[in-house]
């Protein structure tokens, strides 16, 4: 079955450095999303992605973040200049229509701030 | 503001027992909600999906129910086994792209 793959599974990086998190959403699928979920805390909604272009963000999703597709088949999530408080687990999910359709995640990466 | 709630927070029973994950959001206006399922250390699954128009929806041993006008949902579980422990969310969608998600119903189903 196919699925959402996303490198690496785990980040450690220091506050202030900058990270590209990866993902490889399902292939035929036009909807890219990311969401994370900080430990202990509900999933939150990041952004979605569809066209090439953003089509929604939340309020979290500032100025230090951003996302690309830069080829046919990856999705990046890149935080300039991360914080502690960046530290979560990201989740990629895709789907192969907009609203009212069924999303499949990815295994999430780990992202850790010192 | 809309939010999502599930009770209870955390739930253990012994295997075969019917279960029931309940879900309350505050606006009634949903376009749909799922439910998710969530392993440790892994992405989430979708298990149901229900658009607004609709009452419940079956796969397997799982079904959702969805009383949009107050505002509740309710996984069924029949016939529990150890492999259904995971932590379950509920989201809902309200016409955008977002999903707003629950804080979880925690299971484990022992043998």
């Known amino acids: 079955e196919p699925e959402v793959t996303q490198t690496p599974s785990h980040q450690v990086t220091q506050m202030g450095q900058e990270v590209i998190l990866r993902c490889v959403p399902i292939s035929n699928h036009l909807y890219f999303y990311w969401y994370r979920q900080i430990l202990g805390q509900k999933v939150e909604f990041l952004v979605s992605?569809?066209?090439?272009?953003?089509?929604?963000k939340s309020e979290i999703f500032d100025d230090q973040f951003s996302v690309e597709r830069p080829d046919g088949s990856n999705f990046t999530l890149k935080i300039r200049s991360t914080k502690l408080e960046d530290s979560a687990m990201y989740f990629c999910a895709s789907s192969d229509q907009g609203q009212g359709v069924k999303l499949f995640f990815g295994s999430g990466t780990q992202l850790s701030v010192l | 503001k809309q939010e999502v709630t599930q009770i209870p927070a955390a739930l253990s029973v012994p295997e075969g027992e019917n279960l029931v994950l309940n879900c309350s959001f505050t606006d009634s206006a949903i376009y749909n909600l799922q439910w998710f399922r969530q392993d440790p250390g892994k992405g989430l699954t979708s298990l149901l999906l229900i658009q607004s128009s609709q009452r419940e929806q079956t796969s397997g041993r799982l079904n959702a129910s969805l009383d949009k006008s107050s505002g509740r949902s309710t996984l069924y579980i029949a016939a529990s086994q150890p492999g259904d422990s995971a932590t379950y969310l509920c989201a809902v969608c309200y016409n955008t792209d977002k999903l707003i998600f629950g804080t979880g119903t925690r299971l484990q189903v022992f043998p």
């Open positions: 992605f569809y066209n090439n272009e953003i089509s929604e």
